[in-house]
């Protein structure tokens, strides 16, 4: 049974920072891409950024040069760190274990950016 749990969501004023851990626990294959997504009110789920078993990253254009995307030694954790943060960032933020025959996901974080 392979489950992920996130932390780290919060409300931040704009401008600010945050860091989303994901813990995924279980057995599973080493070769896979985990990454986050995240949902807006009204919106459908969208990609964050993705990082291989390998360490090739990859990011939404949104948030390039903002956010990095890493894992731990272990592959079993990984970190989004989010700076300059903006009011358009607000979203439920999702966790996701890509083993390519089968997906995973996370219960969501909420992110609110907001004066």
């Known amino acids: 049974q392979v489950q992920l749990v996130e932390s780290g969501g919060g409300l931040v004023q704009p401008g600010g920072s945050l860091r989303l851990s994901c813990a995924a626990s279980?057995?599973?294959?080493?070769?896979?891409?985990m990454g986050w997504y995240r949902q807006a009110p009204g919106k459908e789920r969208e990609l964050v950024a993705t990082?291989?078993?390998?360490?090739?990253?990859d990011y939404a254009d949104s948030v390039k040069g903002r956010v990095t995307i890493s894992r731990d030694n272990a592959g079993n954790t990984v970190i989004l760190q989010m700076n300059s943060l903006k009011p358009e960032d607000t979203a439920v933020y999702y966790c996701?274990?890509?083993?390519?025959?089968?997906?995973?996901w996370g219960q969501g974080t909420q992110v609110t950016v907001s004066s």
């Open positions: 996701n274990l890509n083993l390519y025959i089968r997906k995973y």
């Open positions: 279980g057995t599973f294959r080493s070769i896979n891409v």
């Open positions: 990082i291989t078993s390998g360490g090739i990253t």
